[in-house]
């Protein structure tokens, strides 16, 4: 959008359209205006200059504005419409939003009114711009494993591309569920080191006793059982990455000597005198609050401070509330043709009861719901009455506190979010025709979801 939009009024009255101009001389920012008295006189004007903003009265001497509207889409020249009219019925309003129109004013109309909606119309367009040239600077949904078309996570796929150009250390974190794995493999195969070996070690799964052994390696009678010499994770990752899953489970004492590793590259095996050198990218991952668990004592200042160079944080899926839908699909596709069978998609019901839920458990409590339902069902459509009762059951442990039925409600922005991006989905993406099924204008939308977006992409920074 240029520095001053152009607003196009289309009013066969000479007097009222005078007071409009009058009444749009008092918008805060610089705005170019126009005026015809006719719909031909307006299909000409926009085949030579395309105006930002349409303020179009319906009831014009050679066509009526709706039909103009419908013109203009024909021939590819729509524009975002503010209708005026004396026609106070919904059917004529939900009509002239079907349109694309963006806000709906009856006559007679005051100054305030008039310039208020104006004012909001050309704040919500270049909002909408802003957004568009931001998200299109942003890679595409799909990411070296990752799933999902949301802001966020395209800011993420952005992130990821730039850690892995870098040998830093990079520390992830993220709820259980949100796929930081997956973040691990993508950095490193996205980096220099993609031809040499990835190689995970989980911290909480491995017993402490044996961790030592298993990231150091050890030598022949080091220990009783040590029946022959053994290279440890450093070693087998040697020229490409080492990946500490839940690194805030290490003990101390393993923290201290991981630290002289991280500071030196040299490593002893247990039982063995001689130092070795590596050459490795760190990367971490932690579903705790790194900083909280130094604070607390658990986690060496030191350590986190070698390790948390470049922080990653991945999203929760209530985040990025935009993907459920694309994720269960995947999903459903996915396990159908590992189980061979056919499914056909889902019933509205079923993806109202997946847009709802809160989805503690992230992407991987989603993905085992669709894999039951998968196992559990023949094929067809899947209708909510497959869904689990109650998918929590799929998280983990029950949070407690409160009663059951309490457990379940919602805050209201969760809920007018989840209303919203359903109405859009089943509008199949059109946000201007959800707009004028829920009522509201299709502004109010963009505002709302730039919003949520902003806010989690700052809850994520």
């Known amino acids: 959008m240029s520095t001053r939009p152009l607003l196009l009024l289309v009013e066969d009255d000479e007097l009222l359209a005078r007071a409009y101009m009058t009444f749009l001389s008092r918008l805060p920012c610089p705005c170019e205006t126009a005026h015809v008295a006719s719909a031909g006189e307006a299909l000409a004007f926009i085949e030579q200059r395309r105006p930002e903003l349409l303020l179009l009265d ?9 039909e103009l509207m419908r013109v203009l889409n024909e021939r590819g020249l729509a524009c975002p419409t503010i209708v005026v009219t004396v026609e106070n019925s919904a059917e004529v309003a939900v009509n002239a939003m079907q349109a694309g129109a963006v806000d709906y004013l009856l006559k007679p109309l005051s100054p305030e009114r008039l310039v208020t909606t104006v004012r909001n119309a050309l704040e919500g367009l270049n909002l909408k711009a802003r957004l568009h040239d931001y998200e299109a600077a942003l890679p595409d949904a799909g990411y070296e494993g990752f799933i999902g078309n949301a802001p966020v996570m395209r800011v993420l796929y952005r992130l990821i591309g730039n850690a892995a150009a870098s040998d830093a250390s990079v520390f992830i974190s993220g709820e259980s569920g949100t796929g930081k794995d997956v973040c691990a493999e993508a950095i490193h195969n996205r980096g220099r ?18 961790m030592e052994s298993e990231l150091f390696g050890h030598l022949r009678g080091a220990f009783t059982g040590a ?29 201290a000597k991981l630290l002289r590793f991280v500071e030196s590259r040299a490593y002893r095996p247990v039982g063995g005198g001689q130092e070795r050198a590596a050459d490795v990218r760190i990367i971490c991952a932690t579903n ?14 030191d350590l986190y401070y070698r390790l948390y160079v470049v922080p990653i944080t991945l999203p929760p899926l209530r985040d990025r509330h935009e993907d459920i839908l694309l994720l269960a699909r995947h999903f459903l596709d996915r396990f159908a043709r590992e189980e061979g069978k056919d499914f056909t998609g889902f019933s509205d019901g079923a993806e109202a009861e997946l847009l709802t839920y809160p989805w503690p458990g992230n992407v991987r409590q989603l993905q085992n719901v669709i894999r039951r339902i998968v196992v559990m069902q023949s094929g067809g459509t899947v209708d909510a009455l497959m869904l689990p009762a109650t998918p929590a059951a799929e998280s983990g442990p029950a949070s407690v506190g409160g009663t059951p039925q309490a457990a379940q409600i919602r805050p209201l922005w969760e809920q007018e979010r989840a209303i919203i991006e359903r109405a859009i989905a089943l509008c199949g993406g059109n946000v201007i025709e ?28």
């Open 58 to 66: 319906l009831l014009l001497p050679d066509m009526h504005g709706i």
């Open 193 to 210: 080191r993609a031809d040499k070996p990835l190689i995970a070690i989980n911290c909480a799964a491995i017993p402490r006793e044996l």
């Open 227 to 255: 029946d022959r010499n053994r290279e440890g994770a450093i070693a087998l990752a040697d020229g490409g990455t080492l990946f500490f899953d839940e690194v805030c489970e290490l003990n101390l004492d393993l923290q």
């Open 288 to 301: 705790r609050d790194p900083l909280a668990e130094v604070q607390a004592g658990r986690f060496r200042e």
């Open 434 to 461: 959800a707009a004028a099924r829920l009522g509201i204008s299709d502004s109010t939308i963009y505002r709302k979801r730039a919003r949520w977006q902003a806010t989690a992409v700052t809850r994520e920074a």
